[in-house]
């Protein structure tokens, strides 16, 4: 996925390139991730989602020891806490994002913002109103966390991402059953690809209730 995900055109933040190549963790499938972002390129990504407090703090270690950007699911204070930034589920409520926002808008270093999203007029409306740094868009490929789920498909994954970044002018990362062996199918105008069981080193359970 490395390979691929260099392929990608990641957009910067206050003069630095976002990374290309994300794991998710998750409570059901991934709920300690540590090993497996250790096992990340530098430079890589974590988005960390529904880690106990113990993990997240082993966590923000590897990411500073690895150079690995760090971005906390749905806590903007467990993200201010860490030095991280925040990434806000689609389909499920945040904690905390008044004051990660305050903190954004006054520089702090690594406050990174990113939205989950899977497409649509919502999707377009919610990015321009909160204006984030990147978008996970999903799912990309049929994908374990939500089985049997309809999935965008590279084209109209690509017409998603056109309009998001028509609406709020902000590049989509691909999430959702990417792994080695769909990550060149990857579309091209990606601008990072994200995974859970793609990027894990251990075995990952399949669930239909991963978060969103």
């Known amino acids: 996925m490395a390979a691929a995900a260099r392929a990608c055109r990641p957009p910067a933040r206050r003069g630095r390139r976002l990374p290309a190549l994300w794991l998710f963790s998750d409570p059901v499938r991934l709920p300690d991730p540590r090993d497996a972002a250790a096992a990340l390129p530098r430079g890589a990504g974590v988005v960390a989602r529904g880690a106990m407090p113990v993990v997240l703090a082993g966590l923000a270690q590897v990411a500073r020891r690895r150079g690995l950007a760090l971005l906390v699911g749905g806590d903007g204070r467990a993200a201010l806490a860490v030095g991280g930034g925040l990434h806000l589920p689609d389909r499920r409520d945040a904690a905390g994002v008044l004051p990660f926002l305050a903190a954004r808008r006054a520089g702090r ?9 899977h497409g649509g007029a919502r999707a377009a409306a919610r990015a321009r109103r909160l204006r984030p740094d990147l978008v996970f868009l999903s799912p990309l490929f049929p994908t374990a966390s939500h089985p049997g789920a309809p999935v965008l498909g590279p084209l109209r994954w690509l017409a998603a991402a056109a309009a998001l970044r028509r609406a709020a ?16 199918r990857a579309p091209r105008g990606a601008a990072g690809l994200a995974a859970i069981g793609g990027l894990a080193q251990q075995a990952v359970a399949a669930s239909p209730h991963c978060l969103r």
Do not use: K, M
Not at 169 to 184: I, K, S
């Open 109 to 117: 270093p690594g406050a990174v913002l990113t939205l989950a999203a």
């Open 169 to 184: 002018g902000v590049g989509a990362a691909a999430l959702g059953g990417v792994a080695a062996g769909t990550a060149r």
